[in-house]
DNA sequence: CACAAGTCTTATATAAGACAAAAGATATAC
DNA sequence: GTATATCTTTTGTCTTATATAAGACTTGTG
């Protein structure tokens, strides 16, 4: 390992694990080499290398089986990252994605300052319906800037099911990190109607995050409008080892 | 540290510090010992101790810093985490609280299974009123079985400034641990809009929660109502080491 | 005396190595 | 053939040693 920098061997090891894991060397669900392994590789010890994967694991980058191994976590999507539950029940449903389409627009001056562009910037608009057992329940909208991510073809998108997140780093070597997101509620407009088939004037669940790159720079604008007259929703439960 | 329980030390360490930390030991951002004196205390190592501590950061119980010590954490209140942030802006605020009223009313038939309760059992009924520079944004209500709070008094919650949370382990014991939010995008009712100064069928988003003691047992089921006209809800940044 | 630079003490933070526990795979007994 | 033991590999725990950070204290200097 470089002896150079001033940080930590452990953050050294997590940067090295990192840009592996960028570089595609695992596949996803696939498991890394033993922490003993890795320790030899990168000439550490093996108590070093947990120490690194520990932040990788909280982080949800990875996951790890006593016994087993330790994988490269799916990079699961935008903000279905969370589930929805029945307003009594406890059991949470994750909702399958149908992608609407791709296209191609202009920044906003909000938008372009947001994502750090100059306005009128290009981007890539995408949306996608969100259903629980048939039932439409969200709509989801990203946006992208085309100087990021050039090519970005509707087909791919499909081939990938949908996994914008997947696509980015796959295709353009960015790998997001998720952004914190903002709750708002709010009444259906026209176009929230007439695609999540519901009357207007009735109320969303909005949700809207900025991801960004694991190195700060602005990547993804995303809103997502869900319909919770049925069912809440719950993000993600995050991670840290389980008290009690 | 007794040899009888088939846990891990440091867990056990964990649950004794926890303890300790009920026991009111330590007040409020009071330095606990040395990670090396606890080791002494508990008779194992500085390591073992610090991988305990490490648990209690992540969960929000202490914090740390550097060359000076842990401290414990000050218990700040239920959904009030999180903050409001302006619809462009970066900055957020957190609100100011109005204590309502607390009354005695009896738990219909879901709750009091939410609850563990007996249906009909006594709950007291908290309700506060959240502000944000001099406008109302939010209606707070909190449930609690009257048997595991038995004299909750509105003279001793405003002496704590409405810090609930705080109250519920002082005087009773219960040392609660947040749960999963769910949200939800509701219109508002009668009550809400007369409370929230507000029109009925306004959009409101709704948060509920129940919240745990460190045993797991249900001990306070909330909900909000939050305005989200002007302002947008950020939950509490979750911790974790930083990646980089 | 005032003030700044050094250094001492006491914290947390990191690193390595030894050992324990868990999960599969493989061999063995019956 | 099937159940049970044992072997191997992997993550998980724990201790010891050392590094780094922050204040308090000391000391030199105008």
């Known amino acids: 390992m470089s002896k150079l920098a001033a940080q930590p061997l452990y953050r050294q090891v997590l940067r090295e694990v990192m840009v592996a894991i960028e570089a595609g060397e695992w596949d996803e669900d696939e498991s ?18 947990r120490k690194a994967l520990d932040v990788l694991v909280t982080d949800g980058v990875l996951y790890r089986r006593q016994g087993v191994g330790t994988f490269v976590a799916g990079t ?3 903000l279905l990252r969370g589930q929805f539950l ?12 149908d992608l609407l389409g791709c296209v191609r627009i202009h920044a906003g001056e909000q938008l372009a300052e947001i994502l750090g562009l100059r306005r009128g ?13 048939g039932q439409v329940i969200g709509l989801e909208e990203m946006l992208l800037p085309e100087a990021n991510f050039p090519s970005l073809e ?16 796959r295709d353009f070597g960015v790998r997001l990190k ?32 900025l991801a960004r790159d694991f190195d700060g720079k602005p990547q993804v604008w995303s809103v997502a409008w869900l319909r919770t007259e049925q069912l809440a929703f719950e993000p993600p439960a995050q991670f840290g080892a389980q008290a009690g």
């Open 76 to 78: 699961s999507d935008f």
């Open 32 to 49: 890394l080499p033993s922490e003993t392994d890795l320790g030899k590789r990168f000439g550490v010890s093996q108590g070093t290398v």
């Open 121 to 133: 910037a290009a981007l890539w608009q995408v949306r996608r319906l969100l259903r629980v057992e």
């Open 178 to 209: 998720d952004g914190e997101v903002r709750y708002r509620a709010v009444l259906a407009g026209q176009t929230e109607a007439r695609l999540l088939m519901m009357d207007v004037n009735e109320p969303l669940l909005q949700l809207v995050r």
């Open 154 to 169: 509707i087909r791919r998108i499909r081939e990938l099911k949908g996994n914008l997140r997947e696509l980015c780093w």
């Open 86 to 97: 029945s307003l009594a029940g406890r059991d949470g449903v994750k909702p399958s994605v």
